[in-house]
C-alpha cells in the first residue's frame, strides 16, 4: 500500500510539473508573437508614418515617444507601436484599413523635436501610394459600380481618377497615402485598394 500510494503521489507531482510547464511556454510564447493579423501587414504594406515624418532612421533618433502626435489625432488615427517590436515601440504609426488619417496635419505642429514636420498642404504628405488590385475592385472586374475611394480622396480627380463604370485609377505622383480610399472600399474579404509604403516595419 505504501508503495503504490507513493507511485500515485510521484505521478501526481510529475503531472503537475508538466502541466505547469506548458502553461509557462504557452504565455511566454504568446506574450513574445506579435498578433497574426498586424504581423501580416506589416509585411505586406509597410510602415505607414503620420504625414510629414521625416526619413526613417532619422525619424527614429528625433522620436521622443512623446505621444503628442497620437493625442493631436482628434480621428485616432495615429496609433503607437508596441512593445514587440523593440526599438519601434513607442513611435506612432496608421493602419489605414481601419482608421485612416484625414489630413488634418496637426501632428506636425504639436511635434516637438522634428521627427514630423509641420505641412502646410495635404498635398505635401508622402506617407505612401494607394494600389488599386482590378481583380477585386468591383468597378474593375464588373460585378458592380461603386466610387468609393474616389469620393473619399481628398485630392480626387488628382490621385484618383474614374474611368468606364468608376474604374478606379492612381496617380502615384499625387497620391499622398492618407487611405481614405482604402477605409472606404466596399469590399469586405479584402480591401480593394491599399496603402504601401516604403517604410518597412523590420530593419
Same mark, same amino acid.
Given at each position: 500500500m505504501k508503495r503504490r500510494t507513493?507511485?500515485?503521489?510521484?505521478?501526481? =507531482?510529475?503531472?503537475? %510539473?508538466?502541466?505547469?510547464?506548458?502553461?509557462?511556454?504557452? /504565455?511566454?510564447?504568446?506574450? #513574445?508573437? +506579435?498578433?497574426?493579423?498586424?504581423t501580416r501587414q506589416m509585411h505586406r504594406l509597410g510602415l505607414i508614418r503620420p504625414p510629414g515624418s521625416i526619413e526613417e532612421s532619422s525619424f527614429l533618433s528625433q522620436c521622443?515617444?512623446?505621444?503628442?502626435?497620437?493625442?493631436?489625432?482628434?480621428?485616432?488615427?495615429?496609433?503607437?507601436?508596441?512593445?514587440?517590436?523593440?526599438?519601434?515601440?513607442? =513611435?506612432?504609426?496608421? %493602419?489605414?484599413?481601419?482608421?485612416?488619417?484625414?489630413?488634418? /496635419?496637426?501632428?506636425?505642429? #504639436?511635434? +516637438?523635436?522634428g521627427a514630423i514636420l509641420p505641412l502646410e498642404m495635404i498635398g505635401e504628405a508622402r506617407m505612401g501610394v494607394a494600389i488599386v488590385d482590378e481583380q477585386l475592385c468591383v468597378s474593375h472586374n464588373g460585378t458592380g459600380i461603386c466610387g468609393a475611394c474616389f469620393t473619399a480622396c481628398p485630392l480626387k480627380g488628382r490621385a484618383i481618377r474614374q474611368g468606364f463604370t468608376n474604374r478606379p485609377s492612381v496617380d502615384a505622383q499625387l497620391c499622398v497615402g492618407c487611405g481614405l480610399c482604402e477605409e472606404a472600399c466596399i469590399v469586405d474579404r479584402d480591401k480593394a485598394i491599399r496603402v504601401h509604403a516604403s517604410r518597412r516595419w523590420l530593419a
Open positions: 507513493f507511485l500515485q503521489k510521484s505521478a501526481a =507531482t510529475a503531472f503537475t %510539473l508538466v502541466a505547469s510547464s506548458s502553461v509557462v511556454w504557452t /504565455l511566454s510564447s504568446t506574450n #513574445s508573437v +506579435p498578433p497574426r493579423r498586424v521622443i515617444r512623446c505621444q503628442r502626435c497620437e493625442e493631436s489625432c482628434k480621428k485616432r488615427a495615429i496609433r503607437l507601436i508596441g512593445p514587440d517590436l523593440g526599438h519601434l515601440e513607442g =513611435t506612432p504609426h496608421i %493602419l489605414p484599413e481601419e482608421t485612416a488619417c484625414d489630413l488634418c /496635419l496637426e501632428c506636425g505642429k #504639436s511635434c +516637438p523635436t
